[in-house]
């Protein structure tokens, strides 16, 4: 009986939020720990928000770079809708985060290869005008580097479900009691690769576009605070 009981329980399991009387993807436990969390998490490491600070209604990848495990509070920031944050697979069988996680619908991944379930799952998410949150670094930068290389995978996944990526750039590394500044672009057209068959080649290219306008969001910014600083 026991056995027939987990079984079923692991059926019922979707991965997509439900929809509110609006027809907009929400989590009520996700929208509970934005209201606890991020205020708590501001008075330690406070933060500003450079450019839209209003992420587009419906489906998009939100991309950024990697430097701490809290960085997932930025893209939180931009929307009440459900987000769809990826993590290893590592964390999801933690015994109180692997919990947690399964409640707030993280998509978990494989960091050792390709992982065609978790891409499976972004897609479906991503049909059903759900948002994912990626970081294509795929680990910590804990270098003196701007970015790390990028994995395949944020690209891929924004062309194949036609949906716009929504670039989200730390200027630097979050500190104790310092403001970070955030900087959200515009979203990247991608349209250029859609329907076309997608080689390795045609994928990198896609990074790299992404990766480039990452780039130069943090370039305009420190021109910005040059600029700003010489009027004072």
Request: proline share 5%.
């Amino acid at each position: 009986m026991a056995e027939k009981s987990a079984t079923k329980k692991k059926k019922n399991y979707s991965i997509l939020f439900k929809k509110n009387r609006k027809g907009r993807s929400v989590s009520r436990l996700l929208n509970f720990l934005r209201v606890i969390v991020i205020p708590f998490y501001f008075l330690l490491k406070p933060f500003r928000f450079y450019g839209n600070r209003k992420a587009p209604d419906g489906a998009c990848v939100f991309v950024g770079n990697h430097y701490t495990l809290f960085d997932i509070v930025y893209p939180a920031c931009l929307t009440w809708d459900g987000i769809h944050f990826l993590s290893k697979k590592e964390n999801m069988n933690a015994p109180l985060l692997g919990g947690l996680c399964r409640a707030v619908k993280v998509i978990s991944v494989n960091r050792d290869g390709n992982d065609v379930r978790a891409l499976l799952d972004c897609f479906k998410c991503l049909k059903n005008g759900e948002k994912i949150s990626v970081y294509p670094e795929g680990t910590r930068n804990k270098t003196d580097a701007e970015m790390l290389p990028f994995k395949h995978g944020a690209a891929i996944m924004a062309i194949k479900a036609k949906v716009p990526v929504i670039p989200v750039m730390l200027y630097s590394k979050p500190r104790f009691f310092r403001c970070a500044h955030i900087i959200v672009g515009d979203p990247v057209d991608l349209s250029e690769f859609y329907d076309k068959k997608l080689t390795d080649e045609e994928a990198s290219k896609a990074d790299d576009k992404i990766r480039e306008v990452l780039l130069n969001l943090r370039k305009e910014h420190k021109e910005y605070l040059e600029n700003k600083k010489k009027k004072k």
